[in-house]
């Protein structure tokens, strides 16, 4: 409820006073911002009073909370203020055509708005935490993914070399040097032959293929491995007696005796580039 007095042109005394009510919400309906329903509206005018409303946006209107300053005295530094800038420009017209500045006194009103907890609540959100934790996670699973994948890729590659490694071991201990090698050439050419010809084999062809237990046709058809020497020295050599202190023995000894012998006939044999064709118990053939 405004009052403003009217003045005598002559005398300047009060004759009379013109009385307005207005709606607060009828002047601030226009600039409800979003989210204002979450603030608190102080409205303060210069004879000494301040009302606190709250904005109702589904009704766009006021709700009066109570007389003085009720807000939140946490959120005193989150504040916007501002003048009632159409009634200072009446007022100030007023004043310009009839009396002097100086005996128009009158209620100046402003506005302060002061943000809330509900306020705070709507702009503060759990989400770059969740978003945190759930790249975090993802992040954790991929790591172990690829930690496991390495670690089995890894054991398959030691068994890998393990058994290449003990077979490698197994084909030196059986065939010299240039039979090993002519072996590995043709397990590699027959690789990649039996490669190109499953590749280019039909599904069904394919998998009678992998399921057959019968040996490879090549392995018949396939040619030796043979050198031919025209002059060459057999020796055949045999323990005497071998026999009869076996049966007299413990396998365990008779292993250990062999196994000393053959090794130092073989440490001599591989320097002086003698081939050892083949070992029955005692007896040995070697080729010069």
Known sequence: MLYY????PDTGAIVGSVTM??????FLSAVYPPQSDKVDLIVENSCGQNFTFNIDLVSESMSFIGEGDLHDR????????????KYEQIVDFAATVSR????????RYKFHVFATEEFEDAFTSNDPLIYAIITGVIFIFTSLVFVSYDFIVDRRQKKVMGAATRTNDIVAELFPKEV????YERAQEQKSS????????PTKTQMQNFLS???PQDVFGSEPIADFFPQATIMFLDIAGFTAWSSEREPVQVFRLLETIYGAFDGVAKGLGVFKVETIVSLQAVCF
């Open 5 to 8: 007095p009217v003045f005598a």
């Open 21 to 26: 009510e207005l709606l607060w919400s009828t």
């Open 74 to 85: 946490s959120y005193s530094n989150l504040v916007h203020s501002s003048t009632f800038e």
């Open 100 to 107: 002097n500045q100086s005996t128009l006194e009158y209620c």
């Open 180 to 183: 090993r090698e002519r072996l």
């Open 194 to 201: 039996e490669k190109k010809g499953f590749l280019a084999q």
């Open 213 to 215: 237990d019968d040996l």
